[in-house]
């Protein structure tokens, strides 16, 4: 991605993820609504093993530490 990273993730579940709002009560699922939040764009995608989850965000929207 130009000007930006983009950062996949593999693993080997069939299952694709799903946005849902989370259970405030538990101590999990919170990830996808921390990427829908801070990244420019995220998704997934299906492969021969499992899937890769990716997002992107645009290096304007990063914070640079000096």
């Known amino acids: ?3 930006g990273v983009r ?3 593999s ?3 069939q ?3 799903v946005l849902q709002a989370p259970d405030w009560t538990t101590e999990c699922g919170r990830g996808l609504l921390l990427l829908e939040l ?3 764009a995220w ?3 299906p492969t021969a093993t499992g899937k890769d989850v990716w ?3 645009r290096l304007g929207t990063m914070e ?3």
């Open 55 to 57: 997002f992107e965000m």
């Open 7 to 9: 950062v996949t993730v």
């Open 11 to 13: 693993d080997t579940s």
């Open 43 to 45: 998704g997934s995608v």
């Open 15 to 17: 299952k694709l993820p």
């Open 1 to 3: 991605m130009p000007n």
């Open 64 to 66: 640079v530490a000096a």
């Open 38 to 40: 801070m990244a420019d």
